[in-house]
C-alpha cells in the first residue's frame, strides 16, 4: 500500500500538469513515481459524497460508475508517460539524471522544473484510445482508490498500452490493460491530426 501523505508535487502543479478539469479531474495525489521502461505510478482519488455523479449513480446506493474508475486509469497512465519525458528533458537539459520519487519530487518543487514539465505538457497531445479492464468490487462514497499503472509497451504510432490495477484497502476493484495515444503536437499538425 502507496504511502497516501507523499506528494510528488503540490496540488496547484498536480492541476497545472494534468489535461483535465473539474469535474472529470480524477487524480488526487502523485504517491508514487519511478521513471524509465521498467517504471511505474501509482496516484490516489478519495471518493466523496459530494462527487457530481453520486446522486443519480444510484441514489439509494451510491457507486463509483466504471468508466471513472477507467478515466483514472488514463489519468494516471498519461501522468506516468509525462513525467518520463519531463525526465528525459530534464537529463538532457542538465546533464542530471532523475531516478527516484524524491529526486523527481525535488526538481518540480522550483519554478525551473515546473516550466519544464509544463513545456513537456504542451508539447504532446493525446486521448485515451482504448481499454480492456475487469470489474471485481464496487467503489463507495468514502473509500480511496490506489491507481497503479506501468508501460507494457509503446508501438511505432504513438499508441501507449499500460497495465493497470486499481485497489480499494486490499480489494481490487478493477484491472487490466487501457491504451493511451500520445503524439508530438508538431508531428500532428505536419500529419494534419486534429485532437482537441
Not at 160 to 186: K, L, Q, T
Amino acid at each position: 500500500m502507496a504511502n497516501y501523505n507523499k506528494s510528488l508535487v503540490t496540488p496547484s502543479v498536480l492541476l497545472r500538469m494534468g489535461a483535465w478539469r473539474a469535474p472529470i479531474f480524477m487524480v488526487d495525489r502523485i504517491v508514487d513515481f519511478t521513471p524509465g521502461e521498467k517504471g511505474s505510478i501509482t496516484v490516489i482519488k478519495h471518493v466523496t459524497f459530494n462527487e457530481p455523479y453520486i446522486p443519480g449513480h444510484f441514489p439509494d446506493n451510491p457507486v463509483m460508475p466504471g468508466v471513472l474508475i477507467a478515466e483514472i486509469f488514463g489519468q494516471a497512465s498519461e501522468y506516468f508517460s509525462l513525467l518520463c519525458d519531463y525526465c528525459q528533458r530534464h537529463e538532457r537539459e542538465t546533464a542530471t539524471p532523475l531516478k527516484k520519487f524524491d529526486e523527481v519530487a525535488r526538481s518540480l518543487a522550483n519554478a525551473e522544473g515546473v516550466e519544464r514539465v509544463m513545456a513537456e505538457r504542451h508539447r504532446i497531445i493525446g486521448f485515451l484510445a482504448s481499454q480492456d479492464v475487469k470489474y471485481r468490487h464496487v467503489v463507495n462514497p468514502g473509500d480511496t482508490i490506489e491507481v497503479h499503472s506501468k508501460l507494457a509497451f509503446a508501438d511505432p504510432n504513438g499508441f501507449h498500452h499500460y497495465e493497470v490495477e486499481a485497489r480499494v484497502g486490499r480489494h481490487i476493484a478493477c484491472a487490466g490493460r487501457i491504451v493511451n495515444f500520445r503524439i508530438d503536437r508538431s508531428i500532428a499538425e505536419a500529419k494534419g491530426i486534429q485532437i482537441n
